[in-house]
């Protein structure tokens, strides 16, 4: 027999894309969302101002072999979320589903 987290939210131990208003993306196991924020673990960020790589080569290379955790923990404020979807919903080119 398992642990239950139903009071933890559908998305609960999925692994999921967070893309914020800014354009950044944040990879990760979700933990937990509300209306206050996103909690990931073993997270791992797209900053398009500092990679050559598109936003969406990286989501493709992440959805194909997986993503680099290389943070633990991250909270991101519900107000800075764009989008949060699962990372198998992201297409083989790498775009978010439309919305």
């Known amino acids: 027999m398992g ?3 139903d009071h933890m939210g559908e ?3 999925i ?3 967070v893309r914020q208003l800014d354009g950044n993306t944040w990879i990760g196991r979700c933990h937990s969302e509300d209306s206050v924020e996103v ?6 960020q797209h900053v398009s101002e500092e990679s050559d790589e598109s936003p969406e080569d990286w989501l493709k ?4 072999m997986g993503h680099w955790p290389r943070v633990s923990t991250v909270r991101v404020p ?3 979320v764009k989008t949060l979807v ?3 919903d992201i297409t083989n080119g790498g775009e978010l589903p439309a919305s």
């Open 78 to 80: 519900r107000e800075h």
């Open 15 to 17: 692994t999921v894309v």
């Open 3 to 5: 642990t239950f987290h």
């Open 61 to 64: 290379r992440a959805r194909q």
């Open 86 to 88: 699962r990372l198998s």
């Open 11 to 13: 998305l609960h131990g």
């Open 39 to 44: 909690i990931l673990h073993d997270a791992d």
